[in-house]
């Protein structure tokens, strides 16, 4: 059995928009994610679920497998659940 991990960003945060893509000293925050979970060494893989093309893009670029999930499931009342069913 495979350990996956599931990050959800979303393009649409209510306080910060894009908070996923800005920098906090030098790197992406999601970049730091990352970081933080390959670290453990847990997950076999790591899935990044966004609506985002740029978010999905730097996860792309960061070795993570990457989904675009519809709209639907990426509103501040989305369940991360639905999510994990969608994917």
């Given at each position: 059995?495979?350990?996956?991990?599931l990050?959800c960003?979303?393009?649409?945060?209510?306080?910060?928009?894009?908070?996923?893509?800005?920098?906090?000293?030098?790197?992406?925050?999601l970049?730091?994610?990352?970081?933080?979970?390959?670290?453990?060494?847990?997950?076999?893989?790591?899935?990044?679920?966004?609506?985002?093309?740029?978010?999905c893009n730097?996860?792309?670029?960061?070795?993570?497998?990457?989904?675009r999930?519809p709209?639907?499931?990426?509103?501040?009342t989305?369940?991360?659940?639905?999510?994990?069913?969608?994917?």
């Amino acid at each position: 059995m495979k350990i996956i991990a599931l990050i959800c960003c979303r393009s649409g945060s209510r306080g910060i928009k894009n908070k996923n893509l800005k920098k906090f000293l030098g790197k992406p925050i999601l970049e730091w994610i990352s970081k933080e979970i390959k670290k453990t060494k847990i997950f076999d893989n790591v899935l990044l679920s966004s609506d985002s093309v740029k978010i999905c893009n730097l996860g792309d670029k960061l070795g993570m497998l990457t989904d675009r999930r519809p709209k639907s499931l990426a509103k501040s009342t989305s369940d991360v659940f639905d999510t994990q069913k969608y994917i």
